[in-house]
């Protein structure tokens, strides 16, 4: 049974960083892509990034580029989100999650989030002014 487990969020204050893990279990991990979603209170959830299978490949939202960085390490079945530079509207549950890849390599899909299969259950990410 596929299980996906998400950790490292916390309260910070704006301009601090996070690093947030998943921890995969339960499937063949290079099967898949993994993408890291969020949802703000009272909003929908939405897409922050992906990255394929091989990790050489990522693809980010407008909100994160050039402050977030995605990576995994394979051989863990672990994902990354590296957030850096953090604002009040990064607040927001965290999720990790995988989409089947199709034996696709060096592409990954951000939308529609429910082309992931797999979810974790969440990590709380606070950012105070």
């Known amino acids: 049974q596929a299980h996906l487990v998400e950790s490292g969020g916390g309260s910070v204050q704006t301009g601090g960083s996070l690093t947030l893990s998943c921890a995969a279990s339960?499937?063949?991990?290079?099967?898949?892509?993994m993408g890291w979603f969020r949802q703000k209170p009272g909003q929908d959830r939405e897409e922050v990034a992906c990255?394929?299978?091989?990790?050489?490949?990522?693809s980010y939202s407008d909100s994160v580029v050039g402050r977030f960085r995605i990576s995994q390490d394979s051989s863990k079945a672990t994902l990354y989100l590296q957030m850096d530079r953090l604002k009040p509207e990064d607040t927001a549950i965290y999720y990790c999650?995988?989409?089947?890849?199709?034996?696709?390599?060096?592409?990954?899909?951000?939308?529609?989030?429910?082309?992931?299969?797999?979810w974790g259950q969440g990590t709380q990410v606070t950012v105070s002014s």
């Open positions: 999650a995988a989409r089947l890849a199709h034996g696709i390599r060096g592409y990954c899909d951000r939308r529609p989030a429910t082309g992931y299969v797999y």
């Open positions: 990255i394929d299978t091989s990790g050489r490949y990522r």
């Open positions: 339960g499937y063949t991990y290079s099967d898949y892509y």
